[in-house]
Nanobody, 123 residues
Framework: VQLIESGGGLVQAGGSLKLSCAGS????????MGWFRQRPGKEREFVAV????????DYSDSVMGRFTISRNNAKNTLYLQMNSLKPEDTAVYYC?????????????????WGQGSQVTVSS
């Protein structure tokens, strides 16, 4: 069972990036999925979550209005569109599959994790 992330990189402040997270080994369509990040010198933090059906999403205050989480269950893939990026968004971003179908913000309730994708925003 794997979650493979792609789409990270270096971008200037104000720019955009789109992260993808492809699942393999099992289908994740019945479970909520989320994005977390770990900024330099900080603990891993919640970024965004989406229910199994995509009917509900939620975001941390720091990315609300700039980031959009979405999923394509037919492709077993999760996305994070990041716009208006700021230097403080620089982090390793992780996708994760939750234990439940509903929204959860607790990293301990996510059973599967991607390897992480570096996003660097220059000022």
């Amino acid at each position: 069972v794997q979650l493979i992330e792609s789409g990270g990189g270096l971008v200037q402040a104000g720019g955009s990036l789109k992260l993808s997270c492809a699942g393999s080994g099992r289908t994740f369509s019945s479970y909520a999925m989320g994005w977390f990040r770990q900024r330099p010198g900080k603990e891993r933090e919640f970024v965004a979550v989406i229910t199994w059906s995509g009917d509900r999403t939620d975001y941390s205050d720091s990315v609300m209005g700039r980031f959009t989480i979405s999923r394509n269950n037919a492709k077993n893939t999760l996305y994070l569109q990041m716009n208006s990026l700021k230097p403080e968004d620089t982090a390793v971003y992780y996708c994760a599959a939750a234990r439940y179908s509903t929204v959860t913000y607790n990293a301990l309730e996510y059973d599967y994790w991607g390897q992480g994708s570096q996003v660097t925003v220059s000022s």
